[in-house]
């Protein structure tokens, strides 16, 4: 499994679209002024400074030191954390987490600090990739990857789950869902797939041989073509989304 590495300056060029429609998932967070919020996965804190705006008190973590460092910077409390090992009890109404989850890898270990790190009937808000989620450019960039004997790479260990799958594993460390949608989610490239590939697939392509790197890009490039281009050279992500809003039961006392 090839794991993802980030480049906060490549994400503020070609990943800005990311944050810029975390519009869906903020509005069924609701923060409330005075509220203590734990943003998982909050990158560059776009998002957490839109959070920080209601008057909560917003902690950012990220397991990229460059993001985190950009979250700094805008002021933001925001710390280099695993989210499978954070220290917090009870501490937090709300923990809010968009387009990170489906990064990591022990979703078990990730819930049961979710629901150790809130208050009783905190809740949980979350949007990740969902299943099917960039199924064409998967399949693009195994075909690119295999034409050098690379399709191992492809393997990135992203973790899409379905609604009933993701409702269950949420049941199993004590949340109760409230309201959970999948739905696709065709995404604008305003910078091309090229760059798509070179920001969102940097851990794959770092272990491609340096030779070979334009070289598989722009093959994935041309497959995904006919179906992710239109006439007009505009590209569209084949985005799908799990958006999901849950409460921990009491399960902290117990
Ligand atoms: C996502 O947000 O679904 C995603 C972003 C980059 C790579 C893979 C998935």
Not at 40 to 48: K, Q
Not at 102 to 128: C, T
Not at 162 to 176: D, K, S, W
Request: net charge negative; glycine share 8%.
């Amino acid at each position: 499994m090839t794991p993802q590495t980030w480049n906060a300056t490549d994400y503020a060029a070609h990943g800005r679209f990311v944050s810029d429609l975390g519009g869906a998932i903020l509005g069924w967070l609701q923060p409330v002024s005075g509220e203590e919020i734990l943003d998982i996965g909050c990158g560059d804190g776009a998002l957490t400074e839109q959070i920080a705006q209601s008057g909560a008190k917003v902690q950012g973590i990220d397991i990229s030191t460059s993001m985190v460092e950009g979250a700094q910077k805008r002021g933001l409390q925001a710390v280099v954390m695993d989210a499978t090992q954070m220290p917090f009890e009870r501490k937090f109404d709300a923990v809010f987490s968009n387009a990170a989850l489906h990064w990591i890898h022990d979703q078990p270990a990730l819930l049961r600090n979710v629901a150790q790190s809130l208050k009783p009937n905190g809740r949980f808000v979350a949007e990740m990739g969902g299943h099917g989620n960039i199924a064409a450019i998967r399949v693009a960039l195994h075909a690119a990857l295999s034409r050098h004997q690379l399709g191992h790479l492809a393997a990135d260990g992203n973790f899409y789950a379905a609604p009933q799958e993701y409702r269950r594993l949420l049941e199993e460390h004590g949340f109760i869902v409230e309201a959970m949608e999948l739905v696709p989610r065709p995404t604008p490239l305003a910078s091309g797939m090229a760059a798509w590939v070179q920001t969102f697939r940097r851990g794959i392509l770092d272990q491609v041989p340096t030779e070979l790197r334009e070289i598989v890009v722009q093959d994935t490039v041309n497959y995904l073509q006919p179906v992710l281009c239109d006439r007009d050279g505009n590209w569209t992500a084949d985005y799908v989304r799990l958006r999901f809003r849950a409460q921990v039961a009491d399960f902290n006392s117990a």
